[in-house]
């Protein structure tokens, strides 16, 4: 190799000098396609490739954060805060932010001084705040979660209120970390987690999920992607195994963490039978001899049939009682029989033998129907053999 | 500064996002203005011995001025050496750039005063403040880093030759009131 002018060198010198990492996008992105992470493995390591295409199926959506230093401490602060939006729980965010609070008192116990922390514990409140607000309105969108994330002085404040949690933590704890530590403890809490851009290690990471997310009893899960033998990532829980309202699920490349996201949704779906009835949208007829509705239009249209008292104590399982999150249109929204009858149990083939008692009014105009009597109108992805579990209307007619 | 700062927000394409930018530094500003009285009330409240420091009379809270004494058994008894401290708009994300305005001889210290001290660098933490790393720097002042000095002749003089060490000290101090 030809040897270099003092010019060049100079030149070479400055640029190293005046050299930062590249790193693009914002510190926390918004939900991505977890292809994109398939797309920039696709011709690299075969290993590698075979599990992030796995990985985009099971986890489907992905949060970028950006890596300068804090993806990991911002990967579970984000993450925290984020699941407390998602479960839409009031008192659930009232208790998390005074738990924090109190966790002031491990500062105080390693001699943190409260002039110098209260501007970081300011800075989580108002996430709190602000979640709370949220809720109240029933807001569901994170945006304001991942604004709040990327003005740079805030994010910084709230990672190290985190990051001096977990210290104070470690310190008071030492018997449980200081053995995975290659210094003594309170070298590594002031080099590597007290510091403002030091990336997060295995043990710093453990101890900021006991120190401060376990007491919300979420769950913490990492998922390594390496190239290790197998086909997909391997994933590894940072907190007991247990019930847990809520997981943060981090994707870990070595040096590097962002948040991953399962596929399935995450709405509560208890009872799932009354989405799929309220949720219907498409309603063209299905499978109609499988249920004989025809047999029953006549009986569907008797006026008064459901004032029978022996009905009406049990007719309420039609009405969603949980606190679902989606609001349920009533069955009158949804299905408009010809005429003014109540508009309930509409699959009904063994109400026949009750209709004997309540002597049912005279029928004197039957309006003209369609041949398919009144339709019940079913999303056709209801599966039969599904259909004596999901279809709530049974329940009225059985004992 | 302030030009430059004026010319890209007038530039911007969008002007909403400048004026966001601006009103999230003005509470960024707010916020390093609350912390940096908040260190100075604690300055004031509990002064430590052989230091101390205030904003720069200009009415920049950015900007102070410190001097420390030199600890006791050191080549720095009894010598007052003045510094300066310029806050960065992110304090205390970013360490201050702490400059010695005192001429001063020491391993870890050059010749325009410029300071290598892990804690200013990449071991900052948002925790360190004014009296820390003041206190941080009175004891460099007795314990060098050798190691990796800025000043190598120091370095070599503080190992083999304490006289010959605390003479060059002498010359090259200046009393506080000399030094502009």
């Given at each position: 190799?030809?040897?270099?002018?003092?010019?060049?060198?100079?030149?070479?010198?400055?640029?190293?000098?005046?050299?930062?990492?590249?790193?693009?996008?914002?510190?926390?992105?918004?939900?991505?396609?977890?292809?994109?992470?398939?797309?920039?493995?696709?011709?690299?390591?075969?290993?590698?490739?075979?599990?992030?295409?796995?990985?985009?199926?099971?986890?489907?959506?992905?949060?970028?954060?950006?890596?300068?230093?804090?993806?990991?401490?911002?990967?579970?602060?984000?993450?925290?805060?984020?699941?407390?939006?998602?479960?839409?729980?009031?008192?659930?965010?009232?208790?998390?932010?005074?738990?924090?609070?109190?966790?002031?008192?491990?500062?105080?116990?390693?001699?943190?001084?409260?002039?110098?922390?209260?501007?970081?514990?300011?800075?989580?409140?108002?996430?709190?705040?602000?979640?709370?607000?949220?809720?109240?309105?029933?807001?569901?969108?994170?945006?304001?979660?991942?604004?709040?994330?990327?003005?740079?002085?805030?994010?910084?404040?709230?990672?190290?209120?985190?990051?001096?949690?977990?210290?104070?933590?470690?310190?008071?704890?030492?018997?449980?970390?200081?053995?995975?530590?290659?210094?003594?403890?309170?070298?590594?809490?002031?080099?590597?987690?007290?510091?403002?851009?030091?990336?997060?290690?295995?043990?710093?990471?453990?101890?900021?999920?006991?120190?401060?997310?376990?007491?919300?009893?979420?769950?913490?899960?990492?998922?390594?992607?390496?190239?290790?033998?197998?086909?997909?990532?391997?994933?590894?829980?940072?907190?007991?195994?247990?019930?847990?309202?809520?997981?943060?699920?981090?994707?870990?490349?070595?040096?590097?963490?962002?948040?991953?996201?399962?596929?399935?949704?995450?709405?509560?779906?208890?009872?799932?039978?009354?989405?799929?009835?309220?949720?219907?949208?498409?309603?063209?007829?299905?499978?109609?001899?499988?249920?004989?509705?025809?047999?029953?239009?006549?009986?569907?249209?008797?006026?008064?049939?459901?004032?029978?008292?022996?009905?009406?104590?049990?007719?309420?399982?039609?009405?969603?009682?949980?606190?679902?999150?989606?609001?349920?249109?009533?069955?009158?929204?949804?299905?408009?029989?010809?005429?003014?009858?109540?508009?309930?149990?509409?699959?009904?083939?063994?109400?026949?033998?009750?209709?004997?008692?309540?002597?049912?009014?005279?029928?004197?105009?039957?309006?003209?129907?369609?041949?398919?009597?009144?339709?019940?109108?079913?999303?056709?992805?209801?599966?039969?053999?599904?259909?004596?579990?999901?279809?709530?209307?049974?329940?009225?007619?059985?004992? | 500064?302030?030009?430059?700062?004026?010319?890209?927000?007038?530039?911007?394409?969008?002007?909403?996002?400048?004026?966001?930018?601006?009103?999230?530094?003005?509470?960024?500003?707010?916020?390093?203005?609350?912390?940096?009285?908040?260190?100075?009330?604690?300055?004031?409240?509990?002064?430590?011995p052989g230091l101390?420091?205030?904003?720069?009379?200009?009415?920049?809270?950015?900007?102070?001025?410190?001097t420390i004494t030199g600890p006791t058994e050191t080549p720095y008894e009894g010598l007052t050496l003045?510094?300066?401290?310029?806050?960065?708009?992110?304090?205390?994300?970013?360490?201050?750039?702490?400059?010695?305005?005192t001429?001063i001889y020491h391993?870890?210290?050059?010749?325009?005063?410029?300071?290598?001290?892990?804690?200013?660098?990449?071991?900052?933490?948002?925790?360190?403040?004014?009296?820390?790393?003041?206190?941080?720097l009175q004891s460099l002042l007795g314990e060098p880093?050798?190691?990796?000095?800025?000043?190598?002749?120091?370095?070599?003089?503080w190992?083999?030759?304490q006289e010959?060490y605390k003479r060059l000290v002498l010359a090259r101090h200046?009393d506080v009131?000399?030094?502009?």
């Amino acid at each position: 190799m030809a040897a270099l002018s003092p010019e060049e060198l100079e030149r070479f010198q400055k640029l190293s000098n005046e050299f930062e990492p590249d790193i693009q996008g914002p510190l926390v992105s918004v939900k991505q396609s977890s292809n994109a992470i398939a797309a920039d493995y696709a011709n690299a390591d075969p290993t590698l490739a075979a599990k992030t295409s796995a990985l985009a199926v099971t986890h489907s959506t992905s949060r970028i954060m950006k890596g300068d230093g804090n993806c990991g401490w911002r990967a579970v602060a984000f993450g925290y805060f984020e699941n407390l939006l998602s479960l839409q729980d009031a008192l659930l965010i009232q208790r998390e932010a005074s738990r924090i609070k109190s966790l002031c008192t491990l500062l105080d116990r390693v001699g943190q001084q409260e002039h110098l922390y209260e501007i970081f514990v300011d800075a989580t409140d108002q996430v709190f705040s602000e979640l709370l607000e949220a809720v109240n309105q029933g807001i569901r969108d994170e945006s304001f979660l991942v604004e709040s994330f990327n003005n740079e002085y805030n994010s910084s404040a709230i990672i190290t209120h985190f990051r001096l949690l977990t210290s104070a933590w470690m310190k008071l704890n030492p018997h449980r970390y200081q053995a995975f530590l290659s210094m003594p403890l309170d070298q590594y809490c002031a080099t590597q987690i007290e510091t403002v851009k030091t990336e997060i290690d295995e043990v710093g990471l453990q101890a900021l999920v006991d120190g401060v997310i376990e007491g919300s009893g979420f769950a913490v899960e990492i998922l390594y992607l390496d190239r290790s033998v197998g086909e997909a990532v391997t994933p590894h829980l940072l907190t007991p195994s247990r019930p847990s309202p809520a997981v943060i699920r981090l994707l870990y490349r070595p040096g590097h963490y962002d948040l991953l996201y399962r596929a399935e949704p995450v709405v509560n779906m208890t009872p799932v039978v009354n989405y799929q009835y309220g949720m219907t949208s498409d309603y063209t007829p299905w499978d109609q001899t499988a249920l004989g509705f025809d047999m029953n239009s006549q009986l569907m249209t008797i006026p008064n049939l459901m004032l029978d008292p022996s009905y009406t104590l049990n007719v309420t399982p039609m009405v969603p009682t949980c606190s679902s999150p989606y609001r349920v249109p009533s069955p009158q929204e949804v299905y408009q029989p010809p005429m003014q009858t109540q508009p309930i149990a509409p699959v009904s083939p063994p109400v026949t033998p009750r209709i004997s008692a309540p002597p049912p009014p005279p029928i004197t105009t039957l309006p003209p129907r369609s041949s398919e009597g009144p339709q019940i109108r079913l999303n056709p992805l209801v599966m039969k053999s599904n259909l004596s579990r999901s279809l709530p209307v049974t329940t009225p007619f059985k004992k | 500064m302030d030009y430059t700062m004026e010319d890209t927000q007038n530039s911007a394409p969008d002007v909403q996002d400048s004026k966001l930018d601006s009103s999230s530094q003005r509470n960024d500003t707010q916020s390093v203005t609350k912390r940096l009285q908040a260190e100075l009330m604690q300055l004031m409240l509990s002064p430590s011995p052989g230091l101390s420091a205030f904003p720069n009379a200009d009415g920049n809270l950015l900007s102070w001025t410190a001097t420390i004494t030199g600890p006791t058994e050191t080549p720095y008894e009894g010598l007052t050496l003045k510094l300066s401290f310029a806050f960065p708009n992110n304090y205390p994300y970013s360490p201050p750039t702490v400059l010695f305005k005192t001429p001063i001889y020491h391993p870890n210290v050059d010749f325009s005063g410029r300071i290598c001290l892990d804690i200013l660098k990449d071991k900052w933490s948002a925790v360190y403040n004014v009296q820390s790393v003041l206190l941080s720097l009175q004891s460099l002042l007795g314990e060098p880093n050798n190691a990796s000095p800025l000043n190598a002749q120091a370095a070599e003089l503080w190992e083999s030759d304490q006289e010959e060490y605390k003479r060059l000290v002498l010359a090259r101090h200046r009393d506080v009131e000399d030094v502009e």
